[in-house]
């Protein structure tokens, strides 16, 4: 069974990056003028000159915002955040601008490089730990990003802060107390305790990662819990807010008939062999079965690394 990851207070994200992103609310004074402004526009094709301070409250909203979704936004992000400024907003089309926000995607882009600085100093940790210490005062300190790596595309909670009354030693205390039921036998094991012991330790969890990049020997004698499969899923959710099975296998079956393909192109030398033999099985099934075209097309690492597949295979008639 999967068991669903519930947020902790230590997560900051709780979603991915929106199809649509939705534009914030700002300042009542800012919401004013834009709302006056769009009404000019509309009637008589007028844009609208922002004072200093309004500007600043509208970029300040959107890196926010956009923060909310990614640390490090993509150029595709930025633009994606700056079309629905204007689209919402059409007085701030930019004049002799062919898209009209070219000037909003480069405003945001240094914008979330400042937002990043601020958050820093803050001590929000995962943007803090690619801030490095390296200065004209301090030029023997560490350089940005130092053999620390930034969050990949999928991963929405990279590095969170500690929930609220948590500290360094309180974790630790919850993953030796996981450690020590792990010790006992599989039926003496309070699942449950785990389940809430390792939801609340995330953020250490994800520390030692990012920061140490461990063996997996030793994340697997650290953590033993993570290497369940119910944690496991539950893992790639927190780090994702992604179902892993149903990503995985919604993949596979839009690549399975591709795979297939290929299987049958390779007639020759012992792969083709052991392929062709297990293509021989997959025919017999009933090509309704999804599960047949799954196994088919996982098939072939253990046909030709460990036999006895095709037998397996075949027992899916039964």
């Not at 609220?164 to 036998?185: A, C, I, P, S, W």
């Amino acid at each position: 069974m999967i068991h669903c990851c519930l947020i902790t207070d230590s997560l900051d994200r709780l979603c991915r990056w929106p199809e649509i992103f939705v534009i914030p609310t700002f300042s009542y004074e800012v919401e004013h003028a834009l709302r006056e402004g769009n009404y000019a526009f509309v009637k008589e094709g007028k844009t609208l000159s922002l004072t200093r301070d309004q500007k600043h409250n509208i970029l300040d909203g959107m890196a926010a915002e956009i923060y909310k979704h990614k640390a490090y936004p993509s150029t595709k992000n930025i633009l994606m955040a700056a079309e629905a400024l204007v689209s919402k907003h059409p007085c701030l089309k930019e004049k002799g601008s062919g898209t009209g926000y070219e000037g909003w995607k480069n405003s945001l882009r240094f914008k979330m490089g400042n937002y990043r600085t601020k958050l820093s100093r803050a001590g929000i940790k995962d943007v803090a730990v690619n801030a490095g210490k390296r200065s004209r005062t301090y030029p023997e300190g560490a350089a940005s990003r130092a053999k620390i790596k930034r969050p990949r595309r999928g991963e929405i909670n990279f590095m969170p802060n500690y929930p609220q009354g948590e500290t360094k030693d309180t974790l630790e205390n919850l993953r030796l107390e996981m450690v020590e039921q792990f010790k006992k036998t599989v039926t003496d094991r309070d699942m449950i305790i785990i389940h809430q012991h390792i939801q609340r330790t995330f953020a250490l969890r994800r520390e030692e990662i990012v920061n140490s990049a461990p063996p997996i020997a030793e994340l697997k004698d650290r953590w033993p819990a993570l290497f369940c499969e119910a944690q496991l899923y539950s893992e790639f959710h927190r780090i994702t807010n992604q179902n892993l099975p149903y990503s995985f296998y919604a993949a596979l079956d839009k690549y399975t008939p591709q795979l297939l393909k290929l299987y049958k192109k390779r007639k020759t030398g012992s792969f083709g062999e052991k392929m062709e033999d297990v293509l021989r099985a997959y025919e017999e099934q009933d090509k309704n079965n999804i599960t047949a075209a799954r196994t088919a097309a996982l098939g072939w690492p253990t046909a030709v690394l460990k036999g006895g597949f095709i037998r397996g295979l075949q027992n899916l008639q039964g």
